[in-house]
């Protein structure tokens, strides 16, 4: 089983995950999209868009350093063991706060306002559903397992170095082994999430225009200030208005 | 050709660096641009065609539509009309919101895609040609079945249709129309579409199937309310009208009852830009209309009192111009153009006197040719009687002196005279019916007169502008009551007005001031636009009359700017005489059956049966009374005495009854004629009016297409349902207790569902489809090929396909064309042979006819007053020949009457060889032995569009020719010239394709539009001095038919509006606590629809509440505690609609809109009252007959189809409102 789940599911997810993206960009030009739905409800995607897309950003900046960068570099740098994890923890909990606020507004309104969830395709939903799952293990893991499990249980020994063994070719699957379960579910649903990328919404994030980073601005139009209250005519005609 | 490349390849340039110019500003970039072709693309079509839209605006605007793929894709308003002219804005574009979306409905949910017919009938249809194999004798077994009957008949309306192959339905309506017309008689059978002029060929392709068949077609205008009794009464016209473009000529515009930029949409900028050239606009509408907006002044009339402001209007203008300040041009127009100086004969009463008829030059005693129909007026040198030129008499005989020269038939001058004040004999006093209070109030006043001695007595005349000045209460010193001044309130003072109407005498006075002053000065461009709002009124003919004084005093009628702008359901079918030539099957045989609606709804719906108004209390006192008490009693006099239509005819098949008096030996068509004629006097036979509830008289089969009956025109909607259609209804009234007739047999039940086949035409799901049996999928505008013209332009529009019909719809012409060659076919077998069909007419409009009976007295041959004589006073009876297994053959050719019957249209008449002969080389020829067999070919809706345009003086120039010159025999003045520089131009279907053609100047219609001059009516009578088709030849303020006066509506009157209530004495209904209250109840044209079109599609539904709504005045909702936007139940004892209340200050208190036409299709919840699903707007409606209008046989006075007849008026109701609480939608 478990070389199912550490040597096998996350290649095939992964192949699925670049095929997938290749076949879609070339089949399915018009589809690829972030399927906004602002045109259906501002107020509630407004802080759950802002919330998640903030937070995941960080989280994800979070997981590069925690799981890429080994041990030995860190401590290497002088920094040691505690300050790391203290560090990780603080950040990580904060930024993983913020993406769950993020998604659990943006799952709720998918579900229950009634337009949005009359528009949303089943990719719509199973991708909010896993995002939300994935994300709240992965908060579980990062804030209450450290607060309350209390464990010896470190990811830098195990998971990261795992991590890095599929990312070159050569997982070690004994080293889960001992992984705690919901380390364990954050990862594979988190590969799950991968296998389905390439049919979702997702898509966009590869359409990021980081080109408009680098790009002279053109302004074409601009608020002028706060915009004057209307006035009445007939509040006019009375004199009431200054 | 290009390689396509990877788009992810593509990608991979996004990391290759453009080059940049102009300092950057510039870059040619390696980057993919492919993404730039969606929005290129976007606006990219493969084909534009022009084409309009049918519906019945009657805006015809030229469109083009887009097509994309096979698709529809979107339209918009052509702009090439030709140019009005370097003085006058242009016509382009034109369009409406409703009509840019009409795409919609070619893919919409709504779209019938298939043939339909109700279940429960399918079943017993497949039953039954299972086990009779003989479908004549499957459709007897189910409709001869009471339970069967009965059983698919209460389905109606229910749901239930399914699908059926075309060939399945067209064999079961073959099988309905032999059965009935073996059974029963063509006359049975009858079909209903309105307004020709929007889809001319779809409007023939049905009637020309139901002509041949020798089945009546139904009239529309009248029962729609929208026909103008009082335009026939005034000028013997039907409706003729100025286009919109002559608004911009006008110097004052009254628009009265007419909200012109929400009805008449694209016409509306006329009004709007000429008030930028100093012209006065005046809005005269109960509610804060749209029209409001752009008014100067605003006069917030009480509905239905209008009337009574243009009485006060028509005394400030009598007074001010006519007798203290002599205005030169309207003397002399009053005395040319009106009926003004033309002698009435004055009638004892007690110590008093009435006015009579028309002097006629028999009573002088003249020996002149039809000296009965020639009206008298004094001469103003001499002082002698004279016989002016130009009254009917001189019209039908054919002298060449049918003319307003001012000469009379010696050629001697002749001036009438207008009063006789200064000359008279002596003054008499009058009495004169007047209405406000009750019908028992007369006016005492006194007119100049002249003494004549006939026949040993001593009799009165007078001139009908004595008369007048004595109605009006214009005091010249003459004995009687008469008014001090404005502000004394008798009648008709500005003062005594303010009472009824609620507005200011001092307004009144001011506008009818302004107006008369701005005529003197302009010589006659002020106008007066007006509408629905003041015409669907009981009483509107004579509310039409005292408005029309006003254009008529000022002498503004016939003047471009200036007259009358009646817009309601206006139709003008320009290429006319080819247009009822196609329609009518006259090119294979005549008459037609033509019947007046309204007869035909008021008896098939039993709304007749509802009556509680006795005649006697509408009689004028002046009179001898009402000659009966129940208004159906007046429609089987006016059948009997060949006035109104009335079909089916007899209670006998007319094709049984020819065999039947041949077997009696009359061998001749004569003979047939007297036999049926004694069988008549003898009441051996009756005609079926006498007996509507006998189920021998059922209409038994009826087509309806390109018309929502059920729903958006059926006033008296439950009726209709119960009586008619024999389903579930929410009529609350009964039929006990009511008023009973005298010549119409009562039967104590009433039949229900006497209808046994409703078919449908049409392309949505509307009301009439859903209670249809058999719905027949039809092609939308965007896909056929059509006609449309109408009056508010003078352009011709053809209709072009942008698609094939798509699933399994076909054009109106190509369904009736194939149900006509199964029809054929199956007549083979079932119907071989000929049969001889007795077709009875009434005495016609436009015919001598005319001159039937004289001095408009009432003469009962049934109660021996006269002899029963064919055509003189009695309908006329005419034998046509059918050849059923024919009838296909015929539809798709142009028949050879064409070559012997001359071409022609209100009397006039000319021939067409030579262009039936141009038709064989423009459609080609039919082929074979059949009937038609080298005749024209009509096999497709184009080929009939082209042979409308070649036989129609509108469209082809050398007939407008030969038209002018046919007129100018008749009347012996020069016309040719109004059309000569049009002699060569031809509107042919091609070259309306390309571009917008105007419509070439006929004497078939009245305006002379010589050198693009806006068509404005009259003005060729008027400038050419042709006479209008009345009896005097003059427009007309007088009416002497004895109905006329015995309702008192010899001079213009004000009534009020019918004191019907919500519910009387027998009616049961429990408030059950309740609040409620009692709002004369409106249905205006709404903004958001035309009639039903497009109140059902998503894109007007969403622009306002979406779902059925009417309007309450903000203290009346306050009363009943109705909030903004709560459903209310609205209700009388004629049914119950709800719907949704939109509080509103626009509102008169006192009065609810309801909108025209909201289909019960969207949103319509359960009654509380009725435990049904709620009714239309049509609910609580129901018509009024009125006497006046059923009258025949005289003048102008004439039946003609959809020009006179009674209306189908539904405003003058009640109803009670009361909030509904919890809303029901039937789910459970």
């Known amino acids: 089983m478990g070389i199912f789940w550490w040597a096998i599911f996350p290649y095939l997810m992964i192949t699925v995950f670049v095929l997938g993206h290749i076949y879609r960009y070339q089949k399915d030009q018009w589809g690829w999209t972030a399927r906004s739905s602002e045109f259906l409800e501002k107020k509630y995607l407004k802080w759950g868009s802002v919330l998640f897309h903030t937070g995941i950003l960080l989280v994800f900046g979070g997981h590069v350093v925690g799981m890429l960068i080994p041990e030995a570099v860190t401590e290497r740098l002088g920094i040691s063991d505690k300050i790391f994890h203290t560090a990780a923890i603080i950040t990580g909990s904060t930024a993983g706060f913020i993406t769950l606020a993020g998604i659990v507004l943006l799952l709720v309104r998918r579900v229950s306002v009634k337009r949005v969830r009359k528009t949303s395709s089943f990719a719509d939903m199973l991708i909010a559903v896993l995002l939300f799952l994935v994300v709240s293990m992965g908060l579980f893991n990062t804030f209450g397992f450290n607060l309350f499990v209390k464990s010896s249980f470190d990811y830098r020994a195990t998971i990261a170095p795992w991590i890095r063994g599929v990312l070159v070719f050569a997982p070690d699957p004994g080293l889960m082994n001992n992984v705690p379960l919901f380390f364990r579910l954050h990862i594979i649903f988190a590969f799950a999430i991968f296998g389905v990328w390439p049919f979702t919404r997702l898509v966009h994030v590869w359409s990021v225009p980081l080109e408009y980073l680098g790009r002279r601005s053109y302004i074409l139009y601009r608020s002028v200030g706060p915009v004057a209250k209307p006035v009445k005519e007939w509040e006019r005609a009375s004199g009431d208005v200054g | ?1228």
């Open chain 2, 1 to 1228: 050709m290009q390689k396509k490349r990877s788009p992810l390849l593509k990608k991979l340039r996004f990391f290759k660096a453009g080059e940049k110019l102009s300092g950057s500003w510039t870059e040619v970039t390696p980057q993919d641009r492919g993404w730039e072709d969606f929005y290129r693309a976007r606006w990219q079509h493969d084909k534009v065609v022009r084409t309009t839209h049918g519906v019945n605006c009657t805006g015809s605007c030229s469109w083009r539509v887009f097509v994309k793929n096979g698709i529809i894709a979107w339209e918009n308003q052509a702009t090439d009309y030709p140019t009005t002219g370097p003085d006058l804005p242009e016509y382009e574009p034109r369009g409406c919101p409703r009509g840019a979306s009409f795409s919609w409905y070619s893919y919409s949910p709504l779209r019938v895609k298939y043939p339909y017919i109700r279940g429960a009938l399918l079943r017993f249809w497949r039953e039954a040609i299972e086990a009779a194999k003989n479908p004549v004798l499957a459709w007897k077994s189910i409709v001869e079945d009471p339970e069967k009957a009965k059983t698919y008949k209460a389905l109606r309306g229910k749901g239930g249709l399914v699908r059926a192959s075309w060939e399945e339905v067209k064999e079961i309506i073959s099988a309905m129309l032999i059965y009935t017309i073996q059974t029963y008689g063509p006359d049975r059978l009858a079909g209903f579409t309105p307004i020709p002029a929007m889809s001319m060929v779809s409007y023939a392709a049905g009637s020309r199937f139901l002509s041949l068949l020798g089945s009546p077609m139904l009239s529309f205008y009248d029962w729609y309310a929208d026909l103008p009794p009082a335009s026939p009464q005034v000028w013997g016209d039907q409706t003729d009208v100025p286009e919109s473009g002559d608004w911009y000529n006008a110097g004052y515009i009254i628009m009265w009852g007419s909200n012109v930029p929400l009805t008449r949409t694209p016409d509306a900028h006329f009004m709007t830009e000429v008030r930028y050239k100093g012209t006065k606009v005046i809005s005269i509408s109960p509610d804060y209309a749209e029209s409001v907006r752009f008014a100067d002044h605003w006069l917030a009339v009480n509905p239905g009192t209008d009337g009574a402001l243009a009485q006060a209007m028509t005394h400030v203008i009598l007074k001010e111009f006519y007798v203290e300040e002599k205005t030169e041009y309207f003397l002399d127009y009053a005395r040319k153009y009106t009926d003004m100086p033309h002698l009435l004969l004055l009638e004892r009463r007690g110590e008093s006197y009435t006015a009579g008829r028309y002097l006629r030059a028999s009573d002088l005693g003249l020996p002149l040719e039809k000296a009965e129909w020639k009206t008298v007026v004094l001469d103003q040198a001499t002082g002698e009687f004279r016989i002016p030129n130009g009254s009917i008499g001189h019209r039908w005989e054919g002298k060449g002196t049918w003319n307003l020269k001012p000469e009379d038939e010696e050629g001697v001058p002749c001036h009438p005279l207008l009063t006789l004040l200064g000359t008279e004999d002596g003054v008499v006093p009058i009495e004169l019916p007047y209405f406000a209070e009750g019908n028992q109030a007369v006016l005492s006043r006194s007119v100049p007169v002249k003494r004549l001695e006939r026949k040993g007595k001593t009799v009165y005349i007078t001139t009908v502008y004595d008369l007048m000045l004595a109605n009006y209460g214009i005091d010249r010193g003459l004995p009687g009551e008469y008014p001090r001044d404005y502000d004394d309130p008798l009648p008709y003072t500005p003062a005594w007005q303010e009472r009824y109407t609620g507005v200011k005498g001092s307004l009144a006075l001011q506008i009818a001031r302004e107006f008369a002053r701005n005529a003197a000065d302009t010589r006659g461009r002020s106008m007066i636009i007006m509408g629905a709002g003041i015409n669907h009124w009981y009483q509107a003919d004579t509310i039409y009359r005292t408005i029309l004084n006003l254009v008529l005093l000022t002498g503004c009628e016939g003047v471009n700017g200036g007259g009358w702008a009646h817009y309601v359901g206006q139709e003008k079918v320009r290429p006319m005489e080819g247009w009822q030539t196609v329609a009518f099957a006259r090119d294979w045989s005549l008459p037609p059956r033509l019947q007046n609606a309204t007869s035909f709804y008021y008896f098939a719906t039993d709304q007749w049966r509802y009556e509680e108004l006795p005649m006697s209390e509408l009689s004028a006192p002046t009179s001898r009374g009402a000659t009966y008490l129940h208004p159906a009693d007046y429609n089987a006099l006016a059948v009997r005495l060949g006035w109104l239509p009335s079909y089916p005819q007899f209670n006998r098949n007319p094709l049984a009854l020819a065999q039947e008096a041949q077997k009696a030996g009359a061998s001749t068509n004569e003979e047939v004629v007297s036999y049926l004629v004694k069988a008549l006097k003898t009441k051996t036979l009756e005609f079926a009016v006498e007996d509507p509830d006998n189920p021998l008289n059922f209409p038994k089969g009826l087509f309806v297409w390109r018309a929502n009956l059920i729903s958006s025109s059926g006033k008296g909607h439950e009726y209709f349902l119960k009586h008619l259609l024999g389903t579930s209804h929410g009529l609350l009234g009964n039929d006990r207790e009511k008023l009973r007739t005298e010549e119409i047999k009562w039967h104590d039940e009433a039949p229900e569902g006497k209808l046994d086949l409703l078919v449908n035409l049409e392309f949505r799901m509307s009301g009439t489809a859903l209670y249809s049996d058999i719905v027949l999928p039809a092609a939308t505008w965007y896909e056929k090929h059509d006609l449309s013209s109408t009056d508010m332009h003078p352009f011709v529009h053809p209709f072009n396909p942008a698609i094939a019909p798509p699933w399994e719809a076909k054009t109106d012409w190509d369904i009736f064309k194939s149900l006509a060659e199964r029809f054929s076919e199956m007549a083979r077998t079932y119907l071989p042979g000929l049969s001889k069909d007795i077709v009875m007419v009434p005495l016609m409009h436009d015919s001598p006819d005319e001159l039937a009976q004289p001095f408009g007295q009432v003469r009962d041959w049934r109660a021996g007053e006269t002899e029963a004589v064919p055509g003189r006073t009695m309908p006329k009876f005419t034998i046509v020949e059918r050849n059923y297994p024919q009838i296909y053959e015929k539809f798709t050719a142009l028949g050879p009457l064409l070559e012997k019957n001359p071409l022609g249209a209100h009397g006039i008449s000319f021939p067409a060889q030579e262009q039936y002969e141009e038709l064989k080389r423009i459609n080609g020829v039919v082929k074979g032995t059949g009937a038609g067999s080298g005749c024209p070919s009509l096999a497709d809706g184009r080929q009939a569009a082209k042979a409308i345009l070649a036989l129609s003086s509108a469209t082809n120039g050398r007939l407008a020719v030969k038209a002018w010159r046919a007129e100018e025999e008749k009347t012996g003045v020069s016309l040719q010239d109004i059309a000569a520089s049009q002699a060569g131009n031809r509107l042919t279907f091609d070259s309306i394709t390309a571009q917008p053609g105007q419509a070439i100047s006929s004497p078939i219609f009245s305006g002379n539009t010589e050198g693009n001059r806006r068509y404005s009516p009259f003005t060729t009578n008027i400038e050419r001095l042709v006479p209008f088709r009345t009896l005097t030849g003059r427009q007309h303020f007088y009416a002497d038919h004895e109905i006329m006066l015995e309702f008192g509506e010899g001079l213009p009157v004000f009534k009020p509006a019918l004191p019907n209530r919500a519910f009387t004495g027998g009616d049961q209904f429990s408030g059950e606590g309740k609040k409620t209250i009692e709002l004369r109840y409106l249905t205006p044209h709404g903004k958001w629809n035309i009639h039903s079109m497009y109140g059902d599609s998503q894109i007007m539904q969403t622009l306002f509440r979406g779902g059925p709504n009417i309007w309450l005045n903000d203290r009346d909702a306050a009363e009943i505690e109705v909030k903004d936007n709560d459903w209310v139940e609205v209700f009388n004892r004629n049914g119950v609609v709800v719907a949704r209340a939109v509080v509103s200050h626009r509102m008169p208190q006192g009065t609810t809109y309801m909108y025209h036409a909201q289909d019960k299709t969207l949103n319509t919840p359960g009654s509380r009252l009725t435990g049904e699903r709620a009714g239309t707007h049509n609910s609580p409606t129901r018509i009024h007959l009125k006497p006046t209008h059923v009258i025949g046989g005289y003048a102008q006075f004439s039946y003609g189809f959809n020009y006179y007849g009674p209306t189908g008026n539904q405003r003058d109701l009640t109803v009670l409102i009361a909030k509904l609480g919890e809303v029901s939608w039937l789910e459970d």
